[in-house]
């Protein structure tokens, strides 16, 4: 029962804004804590993060976009093709 009131109580947590405001101002607060001192010395790591996190959103935005489409696409032509595979020659699709 301690577990159930835990999970409703994080539920309840998430779905309030003033729980995503908290986490938005900690993670500015924390950012600014950890980059400023970096980019005062002069350190190449802000622009190592920064050139991480930007390939990432953008491969993630061209994946769910462009490309997403295109490979569930072929995923099921080559689902099609096995059970055509397996009905002419036998065998159980999808065991190994």
């Known amino acids: ?7 409703a109580n994080a539920v309840g ?3 309030t804004p003033a729980f995503y405001v908290q986490s ?3 993670f500015l607060e924390r950012s600014h804590n950890y980059y ?3 980019m ?3 350190s ?6 920064m050139m991480f996190a930007i390939s990432a959103i953008m491969y993630t935005a061209s994946y769910s976009a462009r490309d997403y489409k295109a490979v ?4 099921a032509i080559e689902k099609d093709a096995m059970h055509e595979y397996y009905d002419k020659h036998g065998g159980a ?3 190994h």
């Open 13 to 15: 947590k998430a779905l």
């Open 24 to 26: 938005w101002k900690t």
């Open 93 to 95: 699709p999808g065991h």
């Open 36 to 38: 400023h001192p970096l």
């Open 40 to 42: 005062k010395s002069g």
């Open 1 to 7: 029962l301690a577990t159930m009131s835990g999970i």
């Open 72 to 75: 569930q696409h072929r995923h």
């Open 44 to 49: 190449v790591k802000p622009l190592w993060h």
